[in-house]
C-alpha cells in the first residue's frame, strides 16, 4: 500500500469562469463547510489499476486536485487484485476518511466495498467501475464515444470492409462501454469481419498483449485493421505489427494517449493511425473535485462525463506535436473539462 499525504492552507480563493482559471485569475469566494478547514478532510483513491501512462496521469490528476483543495489524500494501489482492492475500501473506512474515490474494479468485488463506505456515512465517487449504487455518481470518459469516434475514424481510412483483430477483456466498466460501439459499428456495417479476438490485463499489459497479438497476425495475416480500445493494448499490438513487418499493412485505432503514445504514433510508418482521449489528468481532478462537492452538501450529478477527443496521426504531425503539453496548447479542450465545477472550487496550477 502507498500513501501520500498532501496537505496545504485552506484556501479562500476559487476561478471565476473556465477561461480565467487557465489564465490564472481568482475571485473571492470562502470555501464550504467542511473544506473551509481543509487539513481536516481526509479523502482516499483506492485504486484497481496503476500500470501505464494513463494510470499516472490519472493520479497526478488527483493529487493536484487534492492539493489545491488543501486536503489529505491517501493513496491505495491493489495492482488489479480485485480481492485487495475491496479490503483496501474497508482500510480507508478504518481511517476514518471523510471520501473515497474509487478507480476501476470489478463490479462483483467493489460492490459491497463501495456500499459499506455509503453505510459508514462517507461520500464515495467511482471512476470507471459500475458498483450499481445510486448513491455514488459515476466519473466517466463517454466511454461509448471513445470507441465510437475511433471506430467512425477507422471507417473514413479503410471504408467499410475489413478483417479486424479486436482487443477485449470483459468485466471491465469502460472496456464494456466501449464494446457497445463496436458490437454496434460492425452491426451497421456487415462488411467489417472480426476474425479474431484477444486480450489480457496481465502485467506487464503491453508486453502480454504484444504476445497474444504476435499469434493472432500469424493465423490472420489479412487483418488490416486493429481495434485496441486503451492504449496499453495499442502499445501492445504495434510491437506484434512492427516484429512482424506488416506496419504498412495494420492500422491501429484506440482510446487514451500519453506522452509516449504520441510518440509511437509519430514514428515514420507506424501503423497506429488514431486514438480518442480525454486528458487524463483532467480526469482526475474532475473526480476529485465531484466528491468534494459531495462533501459540500453538493450533487456532482449521477454521471459526471469528460467529454473525449478525437486525435489523429495527421493532426500530431500537422502540429508538431510531441508531448502532452503540445497537445493541450492545440487543442485547449484536453486542457481543462468545466465539469463538476462550483464558483468556490479552485484548480490546480496552470
Known amino acids: 500500500m502507498k500513501i501520500v499525504r498532501r496537505t496545504a492552507l485552506a484556501m479562500v480563493a476559487s476561478i471565476a469562469a473556465s477561461a480565467t482559471l487557465l489564465s490564472g485569475g481568482i475571485a473571492n469566494a470562502e470555501m464550504p463547510a467542511p473544506l473551509d478547514n481543509p487539513g481536516d478532510v481526509k479523502i482516499a483513491l483506492v485504486r484497481y489499476l496503476s500500470t501505464g501512462d494513463f494510470f499516472q496521469a490519472y493520479l497526478s490528476g488527483v493529487e493536484a486536485q487534492a492539493e489545491a483543495l488543501g486536503v489529505d489524500l491517501r493513496v491505495f494501489d491493489s495492482r488489479q487484485d480485485a480481492a485487495l482492492q475491496a479490503d483496501m475500501v474497508d482500510q480507508a473506512i478504518a481511517l476514518g476518511v471523510d471520501g473515497i474515490v474509487i478507480q476501476h474494479g470489478l463490479t462483483e468485488s467493489m460492490k459491497e466495498a463501495a456500499q459499506r463506505a455509503v453505510d459508514a456515512g462517507i461520500k464515495v465517487v467511482a471512476f470507471d467501475v459500475n458498483v450499481e449504487n445510486e448513491a455514488i455518481p459515476q466519473i466517466e470518459q463517454s466511454d461509448y464515444l471513445l470507441g465510437k469516434l475511433a471506430l467512425e475514424q477507422a471507417i473514413e481510412d479503410n471504408g467499410n470492409e475489413w478483417k479486424a483483430g479486436y482487443v477485449y477483456v470483459p468485466g471491465i466498466a469502460p472496456l464494456d462501454r466501449r464494446h457497445v460501439a463496436w458490437e454496434e459499428i460492425k452491426e451497421a456495417n456487415p462488411g467489417i469481419e472480426e476474425v479474431a479476438q484477444m486480450g ?21 495475416p489479412d ?3 486493429f481495434f485496441a480500445p486503451y492504449n496499453e493494448f495499442a502499445k501492445g499490438v504495434k510491437i506484434a ?23 509511437q504514433m509519430r514514428e515514420p510508418g507506424s501503423a497506429w493511425k488514431a486514438t ?7 480526469v482526475g481532478e474532475v473526480s476529485v473535485r465531484a466528491l468534494a462537492m459531495m ?56
Open 241 to 263: 505489427v512492427d516484429e512482424a513487418g506488416m506496419s504498412s499493412d495494420v492500422s491501429i485505432y484506440s482510446a487514451d494517449v500519453s506522452t509516449a503514445d504520441i510518440a
Open 223 to 225: 487483418i488490416s485493421v
Open 276 to 282: 480518442v482521449a480525454t486528458n487524463p489528468a483532467v
Open 295 to 350: 462533501l459540500a452538501g453538493e450533487d456532482p450529478g449521477a454521471q459526471v462525463i469528460v467529454p473525449p477527443t478525437l486525435i489523429t496521426q495527421a493532426f500530431l504531425n500537422e502540429n508538431d506535436i510531441s508531448n502532452m503539453e503540445d497537445l493541450s496548447a492545440k487543442l485547449p479542450q484536453f486542457a481543462h473539462a468545466d465539469v463538476a465545477m462550483t464558483d468556490w472550487m479552485p484548480l490546480p496550477p496552470r
Open 200 to 220: 489480457t490485463l496481465d502485467n506487464p499489459i503491453a508486453n502480454s498483449n504484444a504476445n497474444q497479438a504476435r499469434s493472432v497476425l500469424q493465423a490472420n
